[in-house]
T-cell receptor
Framework: KAGVTQTPRYLIKTRGQQVTLSCSPISGHRSVSWYQQTPGQGLQFLFEYFSETQRNKGNFPGRFSGRQFSNSRSEMNVSTLELGDSALYLC?????????????FGSGTRLTVV | DQQVKQNSPSLSVQEGRISILNCDYT??????FLWYKKYPAEGPTFLISISSIKDKNEDGRFTVFLNKSAKHLSLHIVPSQPGDSAVYFC??????????????FGGGTRVLVKP
């Protein structure tokens, strides 16, 4: 059974650019969540999608956005990149619509903004 | 407002001994708790969870204890092995359907198991 797949694994972007990260959840999982991990802030919740609808959003500026497709694959986009956006971005999928049951994380995308 | 806290940033333990990791939470709506293990540049790996209707859950070498009145949980690893060296995160969830899937994480505890 394939796990959660995130692409690309590594990315280097310049300040002011935008970036799109992709996440393919485990087959059958309809809930996809995104997290940002930085040394100073730890693991912080970005947003969660279920059946193409955003249900939750964390405390991040509007430059961070996402979407989910009908096959449950999800993308997140960060526009006008800042140096502080350098982080490991993690995607997690779940078979449960709530509660964090069966939450499985991907290996993440390491974004470096220069 | 840090709703989940792991007050010990690091822990060093001898191989074969017990590792005890602690986690405190403030939000009384949290009713499901999870522990994850994480290596650098990888995603967190689920270890064990506990529902608020229980006070203990065991899975092999891992046991999680929950004290709801103190809003405190702990993870015990017995016996500790060198492969357990990693960062451990405590996470909490509120199982209210409208809230969806959202985990609130503690800051992590780095565990080093010495051979």
């Amino acid at each position: 059974k394939a796990g959660v797949t995130q692409t690309p694994r590594y990315l280097i972007k310049t300040r002011g650019q935008q970036v799109t990260l992709s996440c393919s959840p485990i087959s059958g999982h309809r809930s996809v969540s995104w997290y940002q991990q930085t040394p100073g802030q730890g693991l912080q919740f970005l947003f969660e999608y279920f059946s193409e609808t955003q249900r939750n959003k964390g405390n991040f500026p509007g430059r961070f956005s996402g979407r989910q497709f009908s096959n449950s694959r999800s993308e997140m986009n960060v526009s006008t990149l800042e140096l502080g956006d350098s982080a490991l971005y993690l995607c997690a999928s779940s078979f449960s619509p709530t509660g964090g049951y069966g939450y499985t994380f991907g290996s993440g995308t390491r974004l470096t903004v220069v | 407002d840090q709703q989940v806290k792991q007050n010990s940033p690091s822990l060093s333990v001898q191989e074969g001994r017990i590792s005890i990791l602690n986690c405190d939470y403030t939000n009384s709506m949290f009713d499901y708790f999870l522990w994850y293990k994480k290596y650098p540049a990888e995603g967190p790996t689920f270890l064990i969870s506990i529902s608020s209707i229980k006070d203990k859950n065991e899975d092999g070498r891992f046991t999680v204890f929950l004290n709801k009145s103190a809003k405190h949980l702990s993870l015990h690893i017995v016996p500790s092995q060198p492969g357990d060296s990693a960062v451990y995160f405590c996470a909490a969830s509120a199982r209210i359907k409208a809230a969806g899937n959202k985990l609130t994480f503690g800051g992590g505890t780095r565990v080093l198991v010495k051979p």
